[in-house]
């Protein structure tokens, strides 16, 4: 049987600061191009550049290629910024590719936005119809299952409220439950769970998980390994607009986490002079890392959790300014933000103008972090702009310790606090 | 499954012709968006849809007492205030539309950049859902027409045909000026003033005789020129010259097709610019 999805070598290209044009010298010119340009957008060849120069471009995806055949469950992981969102922009037909082919055989509806289109001046029973019909829904289907949608919305009193009345809460509860009961062949989900509270979020998966288990194809995007991991049956990993990984979901949930790993450095001295992958605006001033303990010993093997940590960070400021600042943060391995450190948030921080080779150190009393590996984000904000930034600095290890002083390993949750448990009323049992 | 139904993604680049078999499959949709935009225009208003009688009625006033009153225009017949009237109810629906629709795409730029559907939905649902405004302030003239004891002729049967033409006119040129603006958000700023240009070199408020014999032909490559004179021809039987009605039909024609073409090129953008 012929894959319902054949993606063939699709590549998609962005113009990069479209807007800032060439610098144009006298009022002549500016009148002259301004005339041109709406003419040229109408009839113009695409790309022409008469007149122009040439934009910097990058290729938001480069020569994709991924079968999906009936049924098949697809979570789409990879860093901020790899294509996923192209990739389903494309496919929903929202935007087209700059080369390469999809085929499509089936009907197809894509959710990338839970509550597109939704107006708040309408009623909660005009926004389902409304929504429906954006997301492709007939009016007949809707009306068929509008009573399904309201139950799951659970919205019932205030169907006939404008929904500008509505709590967040409900608001995100109707619009989901519109999109929940979209019933294509293929859909196509960007990262929509992570509105509402954690109940509607199991209940959505739940709903979800059904739709995949009658037997329909589902391609889905999401920060949320564990979801990817639980609904999904296959799994491709996108790196800088290129398919690195394509096969069962938890090796490619694998694959993607070691490849967050991988090019962080370890030990106590991390070198960032060369680190390519950054964005610096004012060029590569961060240049060092040092991670140290309490008692300034190198932090080699790990840290104890809940001793302390100290961070230093040098850099480079090429102007003298008294308005600079350092920001840690520290990720987990499913890429989520646990812990930011800013120098803005200490009070009695430096004042002093500086300009050159600066260190600067954060001291963290006592890091709390469960044990695990944390990668850890380093930026430098200069006059209230970031400056220089890399993603994945350095990789930093929290070892298991005696924490609560009972021998006992915490081994579930974010974070440990000290905490204290006493019995109130103890009944003898005498 | 439907294994019958495929679909190919592929770049697009140049004119597109017009995908009519997509446009039937969503059509539902057209009428939503049109539903909702009448739905929505006068919430939380005090006059509500008195709103769209009070804009053409006013104007009228307004221009029967300067035109008519201190500068002494003549109509070519009725009375001046239906005269005007008449010539008010097409060039207020057109005005409106091209204003609306040129905006619709930045003001639903959500839709634009979340979800699929044919594009030309967006400007064409903001003209089609001013004809609800275009009839009710066309109940008013015939309240006017009652008042002033003026006779329906039975050039009356050309209203569809104009009114066609009038909802041609403002689609092209909504369809090329909402594209426009996804690029060019000058269009915003632009769009009023031209509108109200567009009132002088119309005949709203002076009859078509006023204008010199050879400049009328000129005066028919506004589209909208003819749909005025045609209106009152319908409304009022007033006399018609139809070498001007002819050639603004025509233009009509060629303003909605070019737009559409227009519109198609440039759609595959939008989503990466708005």
Redesign the interface.
Known sequence: MKPILEIRGLSKQ?QLG?RSGPKMDNLREVVER?VK??FH??FG??GDSNGQVELPTFWALKDVNLDVQ?GDVLGIIGRNGAGKSTLL????????????????????A?L??VG??F?P??TGR?NI??NG????M??AEIRRRFDEIVAFAEVEKFLDTPVKHYSSGMYVRLAFAVAAHLNP?ILIVDEVLAVGDLAFQKKCLGKMGEVSRGGRTVLFVSHNMPAVENLCSRGAVLHQGQLQFDGGAKEAIQYYLNSLSTRSGTGHLVELDGVGDRKSRLGPLLKRMEFLTGDDEPLNEGLLIGSRLKVKVHFDLPKPTSNFHVGLGFNNSYGQRIFTAHSVFDPNRWQTECSGRQVVSCDIPSFILVPGEYTVKVWLEVNGQEADAIEDAAKMRVLESDFYGTGRVPWNGTFVLKHRWCLERAADAR | MSTTFELTIRPRKGWQPIDFREIYLYWELLAFLVWRDVKIRYRQTLLGGLWALLQPFIAMLIFSYIFNRLAHVESDGPPYKLFAYAGLVPWTFFSASVTQSSNSLIANHQLVSKVYFPRVFIPMGAVLALLLDLALSLGLFAAMMVYYRWPVTPAVVWLPVFLLGAILAAAGCGLVLSALNVSFRDVKYAVPFLVQMGLFVTPVIYPVRYVPQRWQVLMGLNPMAGIVIGFRHALLGSPASWQVIGISLAMCLVLFIAGLLIFRRMESRFADII
């Not at chain 1, 700059?98 to 085929?103: L, N, P």
């Open positions: 962005y479209a301004s340009a709406p957008a109408l060849r695409n009936q922009k494309i496919l929903s037909r929202i935007t087209s590719p700059t080369a390469g082919q999809v085929t499509v055989r089936g009907r197809m894509s990338l936005e597109t289109g107006h001046e309408l005009e119809y409304l019909a954006i997301l492709g007939r009016k062949e």
